[in-house]
């Protein structure tokens, strides 16, 4: 895929994995983020989030909207979009969920499973700022481009780990969150 050519996210529904049922909680504390995608005049965009700077986990990070799995959920979809009405007042009703991602496992002990859905617009998002600093709406494009891809490592508790960057102007995009938009721009260059 060129830096200037994107399918559709109608297109990618096709690629997408089917929603799972549930994670394997041996794997971590089962999770789900809530990936976005806003059509706008000239393509998609994404909606993210910086993560208040107060928060145990991730504070100031860019993330997806989502959490863990409560009790009273029914299913990762309803997590999903549970956390993103909590974090960002997303209305579940301008939600059209069209699959799901591969599973990632965070260093600090999440298993989340990625939800893929189109938000119809227009919308009003507030953040909540107990677990948002700011929504961030990001093109689809720079983010799905490889050419903005790359892998680093670092060094945590002695061991070596491999982690996904993405190279964007304003937001520094690694590890959980960059790890989940590769595997939608692989999907939306196979699409």
Do not use: C
């Amino acid at each position: 895929m060129s830096g200037d050519q994107i399918s559709t996210p109608l297109n990618l529904a096709s690629s997408l994995n089917a929603i799972p049922v549930s994670l394997n909680s041996a794997a971590g504390r089962p999770a789900a983020v809530l990936v976005g995608l806003v059509q706008n005049e000239t393509g998609w965009d994404v909606i993210m989030t910086k993560r208040a700077s107060h928060l145990a986990h991730h504070a100031g990070q860019i993330s997806f909207p989502g959490g863990k799995v409560d009790d009273g959920d029914a299913n990762l979809t309803e997590t999903a979009l549970r956390e993103a009405n909590e974090e960002i007042g997303l209305d579940a009703q301008h939600v059209e969920v069209i699959g799901a991602l591969d599973a990632v496992t965070s260093p600090v002990g999440f298993v989340v499973a990625p939800i893929v859905a189109m938000v119809k617009v227009p919308t009003e998002l507030v953040a909540a700022p107990d677990e948002v600093e700011e929504i961030i709406i990001l093109s689809l494009q720079h983010l799905a481009n490889p050419a903005h891809h790359r892998r680093r490592s670092y060094m945590r508790a002695g061991e070596k780990r491999e982690i996904w960057v993405i190279e964007h102007p304003d937001h520094y995009l690694w590890g959980l969150s960059a790890t989940i938009l590769v595997d939608l721009a692989n999907r939306l260059a196979k699409s």
